[in-house]
Structures are given as structure tokens and as C-alpha cells.
């Protein structure tokens, strides 16, 4: 099996972990080794990873479900960063 044959899974706890597949489509080695590393630090830095670090790379259609998806939670939590750090430079 390939280092590259690399997909997500949501276990029925609803723990997202990066598992070995044999039917899945090969991954780039340099992107497979940067989602394993992040994954290997738990979902939450998996997710990050795929919602901020890989952005303009092109992934497998699975990935790229997991990539919007963190993408969007990114994309909220800096707006309530930003909305947060206005209110915060407000009080001094």
C-alpha cells in the first residue's frame, strides 16, 4: 500500500481519524506526510490543517468535504476573533 492511500473516517463516536485505505486515492507524499502529522496531534489540528493549511491543493473529493467544512469553522471563529479584538480595543 502506498504512504499516499491516505482517507479520513468518522468513527461511530464520531472521532475523525486518518486511516490507511486501499481504495483511496493516492495522495501527493508531501501533503500525505503534512495530514498525517497533523492528524497524528489529534482531529482538531487534522481539521485545521485541511481548513487553513491546505487551501489551493488539490485533494481527493473525500478531503475536499473535510476541507470545507473546517474552512467554514475557520472562517467563523476569526470573524469572532476580529469582532472580540474590536470590543476588547474598545475598553482601553
Not at 481539521?47 to 485533494?59: D, R, Y
Amino acid at each position: 500500500m502506498n504512504p499516499g492511500q491516505l482517507a479520513p473516517v468518522l468513527t461511530p463516536h464520531g472521532r475523525l481519524l486518518l486511516a490507511m485505505e486501499d481504495d483511496a486515492i493516492a495522495l501527493d507524499a508531501v501533503v500525505a506526510k503534512r495530514l498525517q502529522t497533523a492528524f497524528a496531534r489529534g482531529a482538531g489540528h487534522g481539521l485545521l490543517q485541511l481548513g487553513a493549511g491546505e487551501v489551493g491543493t488539490a485533494l481527493p473529493a473525500v478531503f475536499s468535504y473535510w476541507r470545507e467544512f473546517a474552512g467554514r469553522y475557520v472562517t467563523v471563529l476569526c470573524t469572532l476573533l476580529g469582532c472580540f479584538s474590536e470590543k476588547l480595543a474598545a475598553c482601553f
